[in-house]
């Protein structure tokens, strides 16, 4: 039986009542007296977190919420019944302790936003708030309290079917839409009207599940975990989300359920984190399927002892924990901060005061203003990733027949993406729909689906596209994967189009017209084979319930694409991982020092001299790098300069680059700024983000951009030694992506 040290529980009981983030006296009070009348039971029954019924009050359930033995509710989004069951909470149960009522609400309610990873290509922190607002004013509007996200994993791997909820690969990008995501939900006081609580999961390290292969185990080194997977979790911390949930896998060997290092020390004895840790998913069970815990009683108790505050669905709790409390396995002390941390965050919601809902208080689901951000969003997630020959955007003057082709061009469903739970499709407008809205009797537009899903095989259909084709001006291929090809549990090996849409491609190219292409995708996909044939690609991810207007609008050029990728995107999947932020490594790769597999010499001698990092059959760039995105018009980054040369740790770096659109279009560009330290005590990234701007200019416009960067931004995790900023010579960077742009040398004294 493995014993936690006790000095860890306490210490951090003692350190979180301590350090709780600016506590309420009111709230702490409040808490303090609830607590003081409950039992044991009533104690328990508030870290039981049980699952609705998806519309009814079944016996049991009633049963176990007039008794206590529930504290929240997942996945119940019927307002009447959401308000019954807290009736039977408040006013039937011996204390009257409001329920938390909870769901998954990753990209929008009823208002579907672009997966959080098209988020994440908008590089828009006021945008991706302004998207969790209006998620969290409809999911409260339907009776919701709590949404299980921002989900903030970093992830470096596209065969990872989550990598489509996270915020990509890089940790500052991740933080700033993370702290977003949690400021949209929770607004200014969890207590206003159409605030919910948020989540910061899956604490941590979910997205290094080992060959990007759902819930494998994650082996994450001390410099990787502190410089890339904790900083988001620690920012959303520091923005006051109110609660975390721990990653399904084992970390380092010891699953994140039942892992003190990362609940009792990092998060609320480092961090002084006071809200509570919900399980994920029978994540508290699977304790004993892991093979850390002999039984569910075992489970429960390394899994309190841990600081799991509320266990979601398996009934661990429940069923051994008041056994442990008497035996003295489990201190009564550890149950009583994890209802204090539950009952804390049930008082900031006002849930005591306000327990039902009214939705006629709230305004229409899925409404026009919702529909215009959401719209927005998905605009500005699209990323131009070719354009040949100026092949779009579309000139609609000109234009007398469009074709549409593909599986992805009229699907309401599809285009939605993962975890759309309560998204409705009858909401959603289609690239058709929107293309025939915009051009009216200008143009017709025809359509010809050609394959049934993104998945299938039989070309039957391939000569009507092709046919299409050869009558039309201009033809729009809309391919990549259904939604249900990425999410949870939806991982793949290979990361090409599925199903036959490479051939479909290759034969309505036959026609010899210019193809635009549109992928709609929960991940990076390997498009190398499709950009053979496309003269433009944009990338629209799964773009959510108003990416049909937004893509006509690019598609017509009444918009020009500003997406930038917060992922890389490899050439296959054997070059994964492939991420920005990598080391220099000692041999590091060179166009001069790259041979390709097919130039290798027959008989060519063995050699241990002048190699480098590189694959012989696909090489050692990616297909496109983090931060790439095209757009109609040209910007040149000039006069790329710093106020000061040198600067001492507590100062800010103030760093100026001059931004000019030299095309013919108004557009926005994403002004990235990266650092290196070129000698540091241990190896640091070739390029590390520190700062980014969204700028709009009209042709022929210039401005000047300013990034302050405090030097503890300049910071870097040694293990055994901490964050620090050593001094000595740094690079930075600024242009439109991680792979290009100026530099200029600075010296922290
Ligand atoms: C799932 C997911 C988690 C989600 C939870 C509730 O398995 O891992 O992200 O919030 O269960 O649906």
Aim: with cysteine; net charge negative; glycine share 8%.
């Amino acid at each position: 039986m493995k014993k936690l040290p006790f000095s860890l529980v306490v210490l951090s009981l003692f350190s979180g009542l301590l350090s709780a983030q600016n506590p309420d006296p009111e709230v702490e009070k409040k808490a303090a007296e609830l607590l003081q009348s409950m039992t044991i039971q009533e104690k328990i029954g508030q870290l039981c977190q049980v699952n609705g019924a998806y519309g009814g009050i079944p016996e049991e359930l009633g049963k176990q919420v007039r008794e206590g033995r529930a504290g929240s509710i997942l996945n119940e989004v019927d307002t009447k019944t959401l308000n019954e069951l807290q009736r039977i909470a408040v006013e039937e149960s011996r204390l009257g302790i409001p329920l938390i009522f909870a769901r998954d609400v990753i990209h929008g309610f009823r208002t579907i936003l672009p997966i959080p990873l098209g988020q994440a290509a908008t590089w828009n922190p006021e945008l991706v708030e302004r998207g969790a607002h209006i998620a969290a004013v409809e999911a409260a509007s339907a009776g919701l309290h709590w949404t299980f996200a921002p989900m903030i994993d970093i992830c470096r791997d596209p065969r990872w079917g989550r990598i489509a909820e996270s915020l990509g690969e890089d940790p500052f990008l991740a933080s700033e839409l993370g702290v977003a995501m949690v400021r949209g939900f929770q607004g200014e006081s969890l207590a206003d009207k159409g605030a919910i609580a948020a989540c910061a999961k899956h604490f941590v390290g979910y997205g290094a599940a080992e060959g990007g292969r759902d819930y494998n185990s994650a082996n994450i080194p001390e410099n990787e975990l502190y410089n890339i997977y904790l900083p988001p979790f620690k920012a959303c911390a520091d923005a006051g989300v109110a609660t975390f949930m721990p990653t399904f896998n084992d970390v380092n060997g010891v699953p994140a359920s039942g892992n003190p290092f990362l609940f009792r020390k990092v998060l609320r004895e480092d961090w002084g984190f006071n809200g509570f840790v919900v399980s994920d998913w029978e994540s508290v069970r699977q304790l004993t399927v892991h093979g850390v815990a002999a039984d569910n009683k075992e489970a429960a108790r390394q899994a309190t002892l841990a600081g799991i505050d509320m266990e979601m669905a398996s009934t661990t709790y429940a069923d051994h924990l008041l056994e442990l409390v008497e035996q003295g396995a489990v201190p009564e002390a550890v149950v009583d901060e994890a209802v204090r941390n539950i009952l804390r965050v049930k008082l900031q919601l006002g849930l005591f005061e306000h327990p039902y809902t009214d939705p006629s208080d709230f305004p229409a689901l899925a409404n026009d203003a919702h529909r215009a951000v959401a719209e927005q969003a998905a605009l500005q997630s699209c990323v131009l990733l070719r354009n040949d020959g100026q092949a779009l955007p579309l000139e609609a003057g000109k234009l007398q027949r469009l074709a549409l082709i593909g599986p992805l061009a009229d699907d309401p469903y599809e285009q939605l993406g993962t975890w759309i739970f309560d998204g409705d499709p009858q909401h959603t407008v289609t690239p058709l729909a929107a293309l025939r809205t915009a051009l009216g009797d200008k143009a017709s537009v025809q359509f010809v689906k050609a394959l049934e899903t993104s998945r299938s095989r039989s070309q039957a259909a391939f000569p009507d596209a092709v046919r299409a084709a050869r009558e039309a001006d201009a033809v729009v291929l809309f391919l990549g994967e259904e939604s249900i090809l990425s999410g949870e549990a939806h991982s793949r090996a290979h990361l090409g189009l599925p199903g036959a849409q490479l051939e479909l491609i290759k034969a309505v190219a036959e026609t010899g017209k210019p193809i635009i292409t549109v992928v709609m995708a929960g991940r990076p996909l390997a498009l190398g084979p499709a950009l053979e044939y496309s003269d433009a690609l944009l990338f629209a991810w799964h773009p959510g319930t108003m990416g049909g207007p937004a893509i006509a609008r690019l598609l017509l050029g009444l918009e020009s694409p500003s997406g930038k990728l917060p992922v890389t995107f490899p050439t296959t999947a054997g070059q994964i991982p492939m991420y920005y932020n990598h080391k220099n490594t000692g041999k590091p790769a060179t166009e001069e020092s790259y041979i390709h597999i097919d130039d290798i010499p027959v008989r060519a001698p063995q050699t241990s001299v002048g190699n480098t990092s590189y694959y012989l059959d696909a090489g050692y760039k990616p297909l496109f790098p983090f931060g790439f995105g095209l757009s109609y018009s040209q910007f040149e980054y000039r006069n790329l300069r710093l106020r000061e040369p040198a600067v001492s740790p507590g100062d800010t770096l103030v760093v100026m680059v001059e931004l000019a659109n030299t095309g013919n279009y108004e557009a926005e560009e994403v002004a990235q700024l990266y650092i290196r330290d070129v000698v540091s005590s241990i190896a640091r990234p070739v390029k590390e983000l520190k700062g980014f701007q969204r700028i709009r200019l009209k042709p022929g416009e210039s401005r000047t951009a300013t990034f302050h960067l405090p030097t503890e931004h300049l910071a870097y995790y040694y293990p055994g030694k901490g964050w620090m900023a050593e001094p000595g010579q740094f690079e930075i960077f600024v242009g439109g992506d991680s792979d290009t742009g100026f530099k200029v040398s600075c010296e922290i004294r």
